[in-house]
Nanobody, 124 residues
Framework: QVQLVESGGGSVQPGDSLRLSCVFS????????LAWFRQAPGKEREFVGT????????NYADSVKGRFTISRDNSKNTVYLQMNSLKPEDTAVYYC?????????????????WGQGTQVTVSS
């Protein structure tokens, strides 16, 4: 059974940086496309970005483009979300997700597996 475990969340000030990690287990990591989503208080979960199986292709939501970077280390079964220039509106629970078939997708429903989430709070 595939499991995803996020870590790295915390409380930071506006303008700070944070790196989230998501460790994958229970399957062949290189066959899965991965994504990050987030859910702010009182809002629906939203797409943040995706990364292809080989790590070459990434796509981002407009709200984080230029500030966030997704990468993966296939030797460590880990996907990362580097977040720079954080803003209060980035405050949310961040989730990683994996899908075993199809293309990278911004749709929540396309992902088979989800982590438990890690809280990121940006506040002065």
């Amino acid at each position: 059974q595939v499991q995803l475990v996020e870590s790295g969340g915390g409380s930071v000030q506006p303008g700070d940086s944070l790196r989230l990690s998501c460790v994958f287990s229970g399957g062949t990591f290189t066959t899965y496309r991965l994504a990050w989503f987030r859910q702010a208080p009182g809002k629906e979960r939203e797409f943040v970005g995706t990364i292809s199986r080989g790590g070459v292709t990434t796509n981002y939501a407009d709200s984080v483009k230029g500030r966030f970077t997704i990468s993966r280390d296939n030797s460590k079964n880990t996907v990362y979300l580097q977040m720079n220039s954080l803003k209060p509106e980035d405050t949310a629970v961040y989730y990683c997700a994996a899908r075993s078939f199809g293309l990278s997708s911004p749709r929540e429903s396309d992902y088979n597996y989800w982590g438990q989430g890690t809280q990121v709070t940006v506040s002065s």
